[in-house]
């Protein structure tokens, strides 16, 4: 038995002092920050009612199927393949447009991860509030490309966490969403958004509701101190290449 012939202490050389944050993913980073996070995030149902309910209509539900059966042979001819690869994580799209790796840009990693994770679970509950069906469900004839999750439709959580994501690097960097390096985040968050409409599992009006709710999540994580003073300010700092200069009084 190794137990019989060494001493625990023989094994003192392998422990390590502590634990570098950096070699922690960022997902597991984030879940274990947020008992302190999500409380501060999540607002009373009635708020998200007034924010995304005027998207929940018969009129909008008929637009974006039309929409989403416009051009449907070439749309999934050209954009099969990245519909696929987003299905599940998508992470790695802002890391290339940002030409940056979690051991090299941990916090910019961990400000990723906080916008997917907390974006999703909002996300998720308001999906649970408002209970609207998948398009699948309303045009069976749809075909989608990718399986129909077996949870409601509205809003998009690809959109909310993708455009939370956006928001908040943008925000960190000082730059709006319609110059600079925001244009490319804005973008990013865009296409992740439509390629779900494109696979026949999401509405317009889902990515627009998800749009909208990233904006009212990343402006309660901005009061957030730790959000704020760790995650924030240190990605501004690894991103200073991206970073719009400050204007000179």
Known sequence: MLAAKYDVKDFDHFVPKRFDPKNLHPDLF?????????????????????????????????????????????????????IRDQADSFHHYFYNVLSLHPMTHPKTAQLISLGTIVAGSVGMHCKLLFERARPVQYWPGLLPVLPTPPHPSFPSNHATQAYTVAFLIADALGSPMDRGIGQYLASLA???????????????????????????????LMAIPFVRDDLLAVCCEELADFATPAKSS
């Open 30 to 82: 984030i879940h274990a920050k947020l008992k302190d996070i999500l409380p501060a995030v999540f607002k009373d149902d009635d708020h998200y009612r007034s924010l995304l309910g005027d998207l929940l209509s018969a009129r909008l539900v008929k637009d974006d199927l039309d929409q989403a059966l416009s051009d449907r042979d070439e749309v999934l001819r050209d954009f099969g393949a990245e």
């Open 190 to 220: 865009d296409r992740i958004a439509v390629n779900r409409e494109k696979a026949g599992v999401h509405f317009w009006s889902d990515s627009e509701a998800g749009r909208r709710l990233a904006q009212d999540v990343k402006d309660q």
